[in-house]
């Protein structure tokens, strides 16, 4: 037997991408793996600002369309780039275990902490998310808008004389940086960044009715991640957040309770609401509703 597995062709991509495939190969010795690289919209569109060119699915619709069309048989994303919705016809299949769900910041050469930066230190990012977390946390920051892939964004400390770009810990850790750069990798608190819904989880992503495909990717699930996703990704589609304003999830497993985080602001960070519920792990994706109710209920009073 034969499956194909699809992917965008980024450094980050292709590594996340591989170590599904490796697991698969692992747990499925007799299936053979095709790797299937594809160009999607996002990788095309490489100097426009990421939050004035449309939204999630970006990095997604020519992957799901293939899939659709049993071009490949697996498709690999990160989750926290996948629109709330799923096209009729795909789904989510198992969800293998989270990496680092944190954000760190490459510091320029000489620096060690977010703490010890100067007044009007320069920090770049192109998220909301981050940038008004930052600013609560350091009013005198100076948030500079970059994008790019991670190696862009990492060479713009220097281009851009940058004291530190903000970026997913599960890039790095994914792609070993921490040992490529002399850069200090500064892992910050979920205190002060909460992450974005789902970050440093990888969607799979199947055809609804292929049980063969299912089959072969029971072995990689991991429960606790998969209920992570499932409240998170709930709050994410219930607070009906673009990539325009910000918004933060972050899901703790444990035993039977669960407790789940969140974070919306306006698009302008002048109002920011950031809040805390608990409940059972079966009703993780209705926690997520029940937490954006509460939240967008908040924002509303501090908005009269
Ligand atoms: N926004 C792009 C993106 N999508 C997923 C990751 C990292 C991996 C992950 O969060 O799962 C990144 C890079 C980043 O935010 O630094």
């Known amino acids: 037997m034969k499956v194909i597995v699809g992917s965008r062709g980024s450094k980050l991509a292709l590594t996340q991408t591989n170590w599904v495939i490796d697991r698969i190969k692992n747990a499925n010795p007799n299936v053979e793996v095709e790797l299937k690289v ?13 939050d004035k060119i449309g939204d999630k699915g970006l990095f997604v619709k020519e992957i799901e369309q293939e899939l659709l069309e049993g071009k490949i048989d697996i498709a690999i994303h990160s989750m926290k780039d996948m629109p709330s919705v799923v096209p009729q016809g795909l789904k989510f299949s198992y969800v293998p275990e989270r990496e680092d769900f944190r954000d760190v910041i490459i510091l320029k050469e000489g620096y060690n902490s977010l703490k010890e930066l100067p007044q009007g230190a320069k920090i770049g990012t192109g998220s909301k998310r981050r940038k008004y977390q930052l600013l609560k946390y350091r009013p005198d920051l100076d948030i500079v808008p970059i994008r790019g892939n991670i190696d862009t964004r990492i060479r713009k400390i220097e281009e851009e004389n940058l004291h530190g770009v903000v970026l997913a810990a599960a890039g790095i850790n994914r792609l070993g940086m921490e040992n490529k750069i002399n850069n200090k990798v500064f892992y910050v608190d979920e205190d002060i960044i ?19 495909i299912e089959e072969l990717l029971k072995p990689i699930h991991h429960e606790e991640s998969k209920i992570q996703a499932e409240a998170e990704r709930g709050f994410l589609e219930a607070i009906d957040g673009s990539c325009h304003i910000p918004v933060g999830a972050l899901c703790t497993v444990n035993g039977e309770e669960i407790s789940l985080e969140g974070l919306f602001g306006l698009e302008d960070g002048s109002a920011m609401v950031r809040k805390t519920v608990k409940g059972k792990k079966e009703d993780a994706r ?18 009269r």
Do not use: C, Y
């Not at 594809?38 to 990421?50: E, M, P, S």
């Not at 909460?194 to 049980?211: K, M, W, Y």
């Not at 954006?292 to 501090?302: D, H, L």
């Open 194 to 212: 909460l992450p974005a819904p789902a970050q440093g989880i990888l969607a799979i992503e199947i055809r609804e009715n292929d049980h063969r």
């Open 38 to 50: 594809i160009k999607t919209k996002g990788d095309k569109i490489q100097n426009v600002a990421l």
């Open 286 to 303: 209705k926690l997520g509703f029940n937490l954006a109710e509460e939240i967008r209920e908040e924002m509303g009073k501090s908005e």
